[in-house]
């Protein structure tokens, strides 16, 4: 069957960072299911297709559109902010897709923990310091990861990215402070790639005064790991890959 639905990521908020492909299907796209929240609208704006802001709507009226769209022989691109991959709630679409026998393809996009990381020019994986990355969460209206699990995700050596949890600070504060060090280093990244982007950078200790003091409420992620200080500071870690290129392993 061929594809008409499409799972596009339209990136973190800058409109330059969609994939060419996620543009051109949103070109050709005859209707658009957009989340409306964290998707920038000028992504949106001048098409030819329908389109549906999900903010407003529930799962089941999302696949109601998306069924009668495809009935009727119309492309649908459903659009996620970020890379859907990343607590897209894509899933329970295709679970409902695939049980109309609908066929789909996710189309990546540039996640937020991504242009977070481009804004502090941070590598999660600096040699020698973390070459484990952790994106996660705490539990919300969404069961999920509790203080307990985020203690046991905290090493020196992993890079944590937390999402959809910036106004529980005091929470990721007092549990990862059982576990790791309190000047550890964290960054706070508010909005990232969009004009109004906001950076904060400190020790774990700080982090719930240093949330409060900027009022940030949502849209925003936390960095916590040894891999921030070295993006500010030369740590003399080198990987192995440019020292000899007979040698390298076959990173990107
Ligand atoms: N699929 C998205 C994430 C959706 S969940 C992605 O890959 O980025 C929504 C959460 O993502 C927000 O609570 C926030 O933690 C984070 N987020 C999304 N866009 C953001 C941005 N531009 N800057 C900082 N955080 C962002």
Same mark, same amino acid.
């Given at each position: 069957?061929?594809?008409?639905?499409?799972?596009?990521?339209?990136?973190?908020?800058?409109?330059?960072?969609?994939?060419?492909?996620?543009?051109?299907?949103?070109?050709?796209?005859?209707?658009?299911?957009? +989340?409306?929240?964290?998707?920038?609208?000028?992504?949106?704006?001048?098409?030819?297709?329908?389109?549906?802001?999900?903010?407003?709507?529930?799962?089941?009226?999302?696949?109601?559109?998306?069924?009668?769209?495809? &009935?009727?022989?119309?492309?649908?691109?459903?659009?996620?902010?970020?890379?859907?991959? &990343?607590?897209?709630? !894509?899933?329970?679409?295709?679970?409902?897709?695939?049980?109309?026998?609908?066929?789909?393809? %996710?189309?990546?996009?540039?996640?937020?923990?991504? +242009?977070?990381?481009?804004?502090?020019?941070?590598? &999660?994986?600096?040699?020698? %310091?973390?070459?484990?990355?952790?994106?996660?969460?705490?539990?919300?209206?969404?069961?999920?990861?509790?203080?307990?699990?985020?203690?046991?995700?905290?090493?020196?050596?992993?890079?944590?990215? !937390?999402?959809?949890?910036?106004?529980?600070?005091?929470?990721?504060?007092?549990?990862?402070?059982?576990?790791?060090?309190?000047?550890?280093?964290?960054?706070?990244?508010?909005?990232?790639?969009?004009?109004?982007?906001?950076?904060?950078?400190?020790?774990?200790?700080?982090?719930?005064?240093?949330?409060?003091?900027?009022?940030?409420?949502?849209?925003?992620?936390?960095?916590?790991?040894?891999?921030?200080?070295? +993006? !500010?500071?030369?740590?003399?870690?080198?990987?192995?890959?440019?020292?000899?290129?007979?040698?390298?392993?076959? &990173?990107?």
């Amino acid at each position: 069957m061929e594809t008409k639905v499409y799972f596009v990521g339209a990136g973190p908020g800058d409109p330059g960072l969609i994939t060419k492909k996620g543009k051109r299907l949103l070109n050709e796209a005859d209707v658009i299911i957009y +989340a409306g929240s964290l998707v920038n609208p000028s992504l949106v704006e001048g098409l030819k297709a329908e389109l549906y802001n999900s903010a407003k709507m529930s799962l089941e009226e999302i696949i109601e559109v998306i069924t009668e769209a495809v &009935f009727q022989g119309k492309t649908v691109v459903r659009l996620h902010s970020g890379d859907p991959a &990343f607590y897209g709630a !894509i899933h329970e679409q295709i679970v409902e897709l695939k049980a109309r026998g609908i066929a789909y393809k %996710v189309i990546p996009g540039v996640t937020s923990a991504s +242009a977070g990381a481009a804004s502090l020019g941070l590598e &999660f994986t600096v040699p020698e %310091v973390s070459q484990t990355v952790i994106f996660t969460r705490l539990g919300g209206k969404t069961p999920g990861p509790s203080s307990e699990d985020l203690i046991y995700f905290a090493r020196k050596d992993v890079t944590l990215v !937390i999402f959809l949890s910036i106004n529980r600070a005091r929470e990721i504060e007092q549990a990862l402070l059982k576990k790791l060090a309190p000047d550890t280093p964290i960054a706070l990244v508010y909005k990232a790639s969009w004009p109004e982007e906001q950076i904060i950078r400190g020790k774990l200790k700080d982090l719930s005064h240093l949330v409060k003091e900027a009022g940030f409420k949502k849209t925003a992620l936390i960095y916590v790991g040894e891999a921030l200080e070295a +993006a !500010i500071k030369h740590m003399n870690k080198r990987s192995k890959l440019y020292r000899d290129s007979r040698l390298s392993e076959n &990173f990107g």
